[in-house]
């Protein structure tokens, strides 16, 4: 015969200890929150880029006093310059590579170390992030002689660094491939048993919310095969932005291989479409 009480005293234990575990689970992502989101690699070598044989380093300063790398390819004749923000790997020669199929083709290109990433100093948060990213924004007129607005380009991460941008700041266009509508979406995704929007309360990165206040062309890339952003995402994004807008799927791209996928063309289209 089975023993109501001991089989009670053993649900209840295994309810305490679930309950124990699930708490220790959502402390440890409370206080690990932003390195889950900025995972930055501390690869930094600005020499070893392909193709990018017309660029230099320069150093800006935050509005926090932290110094900032920017990598910075002058445009040759008439062509924009792409304001490129790379995704939370941080500033890497494979990330840099994204945007050389534009410089060879005369675009210039400016392309930001963040805070914490390739041995930079500082610590990295949505607000730094943003505040840094205007901070370049603001000094391209000094770095590359020029005031026209820049095409904005962003992958991943850095595509919601590119919407806060192209949302307070002038741009010939938007480029935002990979995206998110909002960081603890995919957070809720990748843990599905924990509230990830309360618990990432102070980065919420969401982009549907300020993405409506961008006035230029906006292009979306969404990876039919993105195994770090789920399905949807892209297209939330996509359908908070205001027009002129296009959506482009590449059912066969990854997260990381999208170039190899028709990227490129998609964007250097959208770009002569536009003038640019």
């Known amino acids: 015969m089975v023993n109501v009480r001991w089989m009670g ?79 939370n790997a941080g500033y890497t020669p494979a990330a840099a590579r994204t945007v050389t199929p534009y410089v060879i083709r005369g675009y210039g290109a400016v392309l930001l170390n963040y805070r914490g990433a390739g041995g930079a100093p500082g610590e990295p948060s949505e607000e730094r992030f943003v505040a840094d990213a205007l901070t370049v924004y603001d000094a391209l007129p000094r770095l590359l002689g020029t005031d026209r607005p820049p095409v904005i380009q962003g992958v991943s991460l850095g595509a919601a660094v590119a919407v806060a941008v192209a949302a307070e700041r002038p741009a010939a266009a938007l480029i935002l491939t990979v995206p998110f509508a909002r960081v603890c979406e ?84 959208f770009l002569e479409q536009h003038g640019l």
Request: one cysteine or more; a negative charge.
């Open 9 to 87: 005293r053993v649900l209840s234990r295994a309810v305490l200890l679930g309950a124990f575990l699930w708490l220790v689970a959502a402390g440890t992502v409370i206080m690990e929150r932003r390195a889950l989101i900025y995972p930055l690699s501390q690869a930094f070598d600005a020499t070893v880029i392909d193709g990018l044989t017309r660029g230099r380093v320069e150093t800006l300063t935050a509005p926090d006093g932290t110094p900032l790398s920017v990598w910075v390819a002058p445009p040759v004749g008439d062509r924009p310059v792409i304001l490129h923000f790379t995704g």
């Open 186 to 269: 995919v957070a809720q995704h990748h843990y599905r048993w924990l509230p990830a929007c309360l618990l990432q309360w102070d980065e919420t990165w969401e982009s549907t919310a300020r993405v409506g206040a961008v006035s230029a062309p906006i292009l979306v890339v969404e990876a039919g095969r993105d195994n770090i952003i789920q399905a949807g995402q892209a297209t939330a994004l996509y359908d908070a932005a205001p027009e002129p807008k296009r959506l482009l799927r590449l059912p066969d791209a990854g997260h990381g291989d999208f170039q190899r996928h028709g990227a490129v063309e998609a964007v250097l289209a």
